[in-house]
């Protein structure tokens, strides 16, 4: 039986959904303070808007350092390897910005465990982001944007070795779940979840 996420991790959802519905209608997170449109139990705090807030700058200041419209700036991308079968790698990511020649590929994270941009989850989104727009970007740049942590922001410039290193870590994963269907084999220690699948559906 998966683990029953905690308030924290369904207050951190509420915030989410308050981001998700500001990159996509172009609404302002203080308009919407003490809305419990989002989740009936949390209602829109303060603190929540200044999260939301930061993210929406950050986002906007990035497209300005690297010449991007912010009409770019995509929200919740369901993103999916087309080469990895049934669907085994994918996500959803908080926000994508892709550019001429520079990807952005940014995270929300509401908690109070500092996670920094270089993440192999922030990683993985970044990996299925250059596969589902199928065209080469020159650089790959990681955002995570976190209110109440230190540093808030954490950037960071991906390296083809680093995306080469996960992508060969995933693929073998998915090789042992394929060779192994019934997972009556252990997992190698490499292969066990990290902390970052905590809360996962498909963890197992």
Known sequence: VPDK??????EGTACHALLEFCLTYGASPRDLLGSRDFD?????TIEMVEGVELFIDTARATCAEFGIDPANILSEQRLVSQIIPNEMFGGTSDCLIPGDEVLVTMDLKYGHKPVFAD?????????????????????????VVQP???????????????????????????????????MTVP??????????????????
Do not use: H
């Open 187 to 204: 997992k190698p220690d490499n292969l066990k979840a990290g902390d970052w699948c905590k809360y996962c559906r498909r963890k197992e």
């Open 119 to 143: 993440s192999v989850q922030l990683t993985a989104y970044s990996i299925l982001a250059l596969g589902t727009f199928n065209r080469t970007f020159k650089r790959v740049i990681q955002i």
């Open 148 to 182: 109440r942590c230190n540093p808030q922001v954490s950037q960071y410039e991906l390296g083809s070795e680093e995306m080469t290193k996960v992508w060969e870590q995933v693929s073998a994963a998915a090789k042992f779940v394929l060779d192994n269907p019934d």
């Open 5 to 10: 996420p905690s308030s924290a991790a369904e």
């Open 40 to 44: 009936e139990r949390y209602p829109v």
